[in-house]
């Protein structure tokens, strides 16, 4: 306290209020009536300023990054609701393509040069049956559009089956490569006639009894012969794999695969006899 | 074992008045603080913070902060906000001078007492402010800006609070009146 003045100097608390609200006072009535302060205002707000500036950068670059983040979730949500959608168009497409290839296999069916004295009657595969014995489909047209037991079923490419069930509105079809099945048939290369019948596999024919030295080779074209009455002349029917002689018996064995596109399409046609049609 | 408790703060409890560096460092914090992007919207909300650190010093740092400092300040923030220069300069001085004559009957209340006491000064300061603003220039005024009385008066506590526990001020270390009227032998 060596330094505290001998003497109270400074004014009171009350007379330095009075002259600092004076001060004030002034100040507001000179700055409120006159421009005088204009000039000392832009002065100070050009230090405020860049203060202000600085403090607030942070906070910019806070909400640069909420504004980031809510960017990155929208973007998210966007993102699954694109993917969901990109399956649904997959969905669509693979259902187009299906449309598609079967609307081929119609027009290849539409254009088909079909037997004399035959009138085709297009149906559509309702169900395969589930038979691990017996290969047979159903068709969705029966007696009343005129199927009857036993006429030849084709496809595009070649023979099916032979219709074995006729119901009022559907029909079954043993399938060419059903066991209990069998076409006579003919080496379309030099006539031979031969009888194929099923393997009981979806893509093998054989024929049974082949002379040793009958005239069948790998890649030769068997077509209906059409004498016995059943099957139309000149529907291919099957294609030799290969021959295989037997030890056992006198007969070799001939391997084939069939022709008709066996369960791989969803209409076929049922050959009617012409005269029937007339009725 | 009861001692008797000595007339002024003894040993440890004995600390050096806040120093000019930490009040005026303080007061910058409390500048800075109402310089800040607050959102406009929200402006009638945001406390005075440069008035609460002021009031705070004005009451435990009387030696530091007086009139003319309080009146610097409020012309600063006359600049800062954009008001009339000397409309903030008046008010914060009304304040200090309400604080500084309040200042030895504050140091014997608590926390909560002090808020009470600080609460109609925080508040007429601000309708003060409104009132002149109005009454010299201001065509219109917005009433809502006398909440910022009110949210000054509710931070001023956690300020104190802190400020408080950084200065080491404890009530204990007020001084006892030395009449010996018994109050302090308890």
Redesign the interface.
Known sequence: MANAPMFARAMG?PA??AL??L???????V??QFDA?KS??SL??GV?NP??AV??KP??YLGDMAEFFTVHGELVRENRELSNEQQRLAIQLQNYRLLQAENTQLRKLLHLPLPAGTRPLAAEITHIRPDPFDRRLTIDKGALEGVVAGRPVIDASGLVGQVTLVSPTSSEVSLLTSSEQAAPAMDQRNGLRLIVSGTGSDDLLEIRYLGQHADVRAGDVLVTSGIDGVYPAGIPVARVLRVEPQRQTPFARAVCEPIGEIGRHRHVLVLLEHHKAAK | MKTEKPLVPQGPLLIAPASRRIVFGWLLLGFLANLLPWPDAWRWLIPDFTLVVMLYWCIHAPHVVQLGLAMLLGLLADITVGSLIGLHGLTYTLAAYAALILRRRLENFELAGRFLHLLPIFLGQQLLTLLLGLAFHEPDVDWRFLAIGMTSAVTWIPVAHLLDRLTGWTPEMRIEPADGNGRSAK
């Open positions: 608390l330095r209020l600092y609200t001060l004030c006072l002034g100040l507001m009535v700055g409120s302060m000392f205002r100070a707000a405020i203060i202000q403090l607030a906070f910019i």
